[in-house]
T-cell receptor, first 113, second 114 residues
Framework: EAGVTQFPSHSVIEKGQTVTLRCDPI?????LYWYRRVMGKEIKFLLH????????ESGMPNNRFLAERTGGTYSTLKVQPAELEDSGVYFC???????????FGQGTRLTVV | GQQLNQSPQSMFIQEGEDVSMNCTSS?????WLWYKQDPGEGPVLLIA?????ELTSNGRLTAQFGITRKDSFLNISASIPSDVGIYFC??????????????FGQGTTLQVKP
């Protein structure tokens, strides 16, 4: 069974540009999470989907970030316009409703220059 | 702001040595988890703890859920080169266990010298 996959693995963009990150969760996992790790710091929660609904988006930094999960399958996280402080590794994780274990993707390393 | 304090930040040890790292919080957690991240990969769950005082082992790894519910430690015995990576503690706060939202520590970077 395929794990959580994220695209792209790396992205380097200029300040002011737009970037869209994609996450494909494990099939059947209703819960999908986005996290971010800024260099050397803790992994921080961004938001949580249950199927296509946003359950908790309290961790989203500001309105330049937009997450969607149309149809309750894959999710996208768009940053527009990107700023230098948006650089970091963005992780996606998914989880079955009855389980406590979340499975993480390999992450997308975003560098804004 | 940051809610979990993980230490040490990094460790450089000799193969065969034992390793210990811990996390503390000012808040009560009802679940403690320990993850390992290999280079270029995402975090992978090592051990999950659900009860205060619980001591759980997974091979050479042992973790404990502190009795106050505000701390946890992870021990690695007889370290080997493949133990290299970043270890993260993570917790679920009271009331958030049904959402699965995790709060992470800053990570402990472990390097093992053969």
């Amino acid at each position: 069974e395929a794990g959580v996959t994220q695209f792209p693995s790396h992205s380097v963009i200029e300040k002011g540009q737009t970037v869209t990150l994609r996450c494909d969760p494990i099939s059947g996992h209703d819960n999908l999470y986005w996290y971010r790790r800024v260099m050397g710091k803790e992994i921080k929660f961004l938001l949580h989907f249950v199927k296509e609904s946003k359950q908790d988006e309290s961790g989203m930094p500001n309105n330049r970030f937009l997450a969607e999960r149309t149809g309750g399958t894959y999710s996208t996280l768009k940053v527009q316009p990107a700023e230098l402080e948006d650089s970091g590794v963005y992780f996606c994780a998914s989880r079955l409703s009855w389980s406590t274990e979340a499975f993480f993707g390999q992450g997308t390393r975003l560098t804004v220059v | 702001g940051q809610q979990l304090n993980q230490s040490p930040q990094s460790m450089f040890i000799q193969e065969g040595e034992d390793v210990s790292m811990n996390c503390t919080s000012s808040s009560i957690f009802n679940t403690w988890l320990w993850y390992k991240q290999d280079p270029g990969e995402g975090p992978v769950l090592l051990i999950a703890l659900y009860k205060a005082g619980e001591l759980t082992s997974n091979g050479r790894l042992t973790a404990q859920f502190g009795i106050t519910r505000k701390d946890s430690f992870l021990n690695i015995s007889a370290s080997i080169p493949s133990d290299v990576g970043i270890y993260f503690c993570a917790g679920q706060r009271v009331g958030s266990s049904n959402t699965g939202k995790l709060i992470f520590g800053q990570g402990t970077t472990l390097q093992v010298k053969p």
